[in-house]
Each structure stands twice: as structure tokens, then as C-alpha cells.
């Protein structure tokens, strides 16, 4: 039988191909509204902030419906989570009516200072325990259904006693919560790592997918980087298109955070995504295309 959030998934809005609301293309960002779905907006960079800031966000969501994906909620860690921060939280979505949330599977504080970084948690049953406690609590202070993104590491840490897939598993069928599924991560992490990134994606529960991710990597001396600086490559498209087969979502990002390219070449890049996805899930193209048209 479905869950709560399975049965919740159902009644989200397809929104169709994104795109990253970054302050360094975002003028043109909001001169493309035929070719761009929906927006994604980094809360902190709008939470209790007014200015200049603020009138791009007002514009951003005349313009287009507007998700919210989160870097400082910090779900491992150890510290209190942050009532401060999460009722700012709530208010930007309640504001701007977003329809969900997310933040990632890993810890970006440690004694309540913030670190800047994704770090990785250990895949352990201890851990599991940890973070489904927590994610319960957000879910509901919030009041949004809420995604976790799977993250990309550079390492193991100690006292492991599960696989990625199990332990991701685990956390989102005991919390009750959705997947923010970034491809290009699994990617990274499979090659760095040595595994088979598709029997990965086997692992998870695919079921829970709501929004998936999708970037570009830089590849160093002796392993690949994750910067969301660089065109997404053929492998990362054939990642994406084998989830759409799988499972219907309502929403695909393509994530450039840096070397920002003319904005032509992040209109083709969305073109690509909206091909991919046309012939693996047409009616989420169907629901970009209905959003675009408003």
C-alpha cells in the first residue's frame, strides 16, 4: 500500500525542465520564460533578506513556479536542528506558495558553526536512527512534503555497517519523505568509488523520486570533481533517462553554480534535458509545457 508521502507525491505539480535562479544569469534567466519550467532558489540567499535580492525573487515567482533547495539545514549533524532557521524557512515557502522543499543527505555544521562544505554521514543503522528522527521533525514544523538529495563524497567514513543504497533506503521509507535524485552524483561518486552507477540507481527507492538533478563535473588527476561548472556529458543524460523509465517525477534541474557560459548554451543544455525526457516521460513534458504556456 502507499505511504503518506507516496500518496502525497501524486497530488505535487508536474513542472517540467528547471532551471537554478542564480544571480549571475538571472536577468536572463527571466528573459527565457519559454524555455525554462520552473526556477530553484537557495532559501538562505533570501531568508530575512530585503534589497535587490528580494525584487529578483518577487520577479522570479511573477514569472515562474519557484522550489526551494536548501544547503544549511545540516540533517546529520549533531547539533539542535536550528528553529530559528527553519521558521525563516517556512515563512519564504509559505510567502512564495512552493510546492516543495529540499536540503542533502549529509552534515554542514559541526558545534553550531557552518562549514560551507556537503560533508558525508556514515552509512549505519545508528545513523539512520539519527537523521529519521530529525527529517520527522522538519517535515512537519515546515508543512511541505521534503526531499533529500543524495550527495557526492570524496570518502568513507568509519564505522559503516551498510551500503549507500540501504542506508538512503532506510531513511526515506522510516521518515516518510521524498528523494531529490542528482544523477550527476551518482556518477561522480561511481566512478570515483568504482561501482556501476545503474546498479546504484536499482538500490534506492526509485518509487520516492520527485525531482531530479542533473550538472556537470570537472575531471582532476585522480578523480572527478563535482562543480556544476561544465556541460552535462552523455553518460549523466543516459543516467536520467533511465530513471524517467522508471518512475514518473515532476521535476528535472540543470544546476550551473559557476564558469557561467552564454546563456544559448544553457538554453540548448534545457533543450537536451527536455529531449531526453520527452521520449522517457512525456507527460512530464506535457506538464512543462502546460506551466510555460501561463
Not at 536550528?82 to 510546492?99: R, S
Amino acid at each position: 500500500m502507499p505511504t503518506g508521502f507516496l500518496k502525497l507525491k501524486r497530488q505535487l505539480p508536474k513542472l517540467g525542465i528547471g532551471l537554478g535562479l542564480r544571480r549571475d544569469m538571472a536577468a536572463e534567466t527571466l528573459e527565457h520564460r519559454a524555455q525554462i519550467g520552473f526556477l530553484e532558489l537557495v532559501p538562505e540567499n533570501y531568508m530575512g533578506v530585503g534589497g535587490k535580492a528580494r525584487e529578483v525573487l518577487l520577479k522570479a515567482a511573477s514569472a515562474f513556479p519557484l522550489i526551494s533547495h536548501g544547503v544549511n539545514l545540516s540533517i546529520g549533524s549533531t547539533d539542535e536542528l536550528n528553529l530559528d532557521y527553519l521558521k525563516e524557512l517556512k515563512a519564504l515557502l509559505d510567502e512564495y506558495n512552493i510546492a516543495w522543499f529540499s536540503d542533502h543527505l549529509c552534515f554542514t555544521s559541526i558545534e553550531g558553526g557552518y562549514l560551507h562544505d556537503l560533508l558525508p554521514v556514515p552509512f549505519s543503522k545508528s545513523t539512520v536512527k539519527h537523521i529519521v528522527e530529525r527529517v520527522k521533525r522538519v517535515q512537519d514544523f515546515v508543512g511541505r512534503p521534503f526531499l533529500l538529495e543524495n550527495i557526492s563524497y570524496y570518502m568513507y567514513l568509519p564505522g559503516q555497517d551498510m551500503t549507500e543504497g540501504e542506508f538512503t533506503t532506510e531513511i526515506l521509507e522510516q521518515a516518510d519523505c521524498g528523494l531529490l535524485l542528482d544523477v550527476n552524483n551518482v556518477y561522480v561518486n561511481a566512478v570515483n568509488h568504482g561501482f556501476d552507477a545503474h546498479k546504484f540507481l536499482d538500490t534506492l527507492p526509485l518509487e520516492r523520486v520527485v525531482q531530479i538533478h542533473i550538472a556537470g563535473h570537472k575531471m582532476g588527476k585522480e578523480m572527478i570533481i563535482d562543480t556544476h561548472g561544465s556541460p552535462v556529458i552523455e553518460p549523466v543524460y543516459k543516467l536520467l533517462d533511465s530513471v524517467l523509465r522508471k518512475t514518473p517525477v515532476c521535476g528535472v534541474l540543470l544546476e550551473r553554480d559557476q564558469n557561467f557560459p552564454d546563456f544559448d548554451e544553457i538554453v540548448t543544455e534545457l533543450a537536451e534535458i527536455r529531449k531526453v525526457a520527452e521520449k522517457a516521460q512525456p507527460e512530464l513534458v506535457r506538464g512543462d509545457e502546460l506551466v510555460r504556456a501561463h
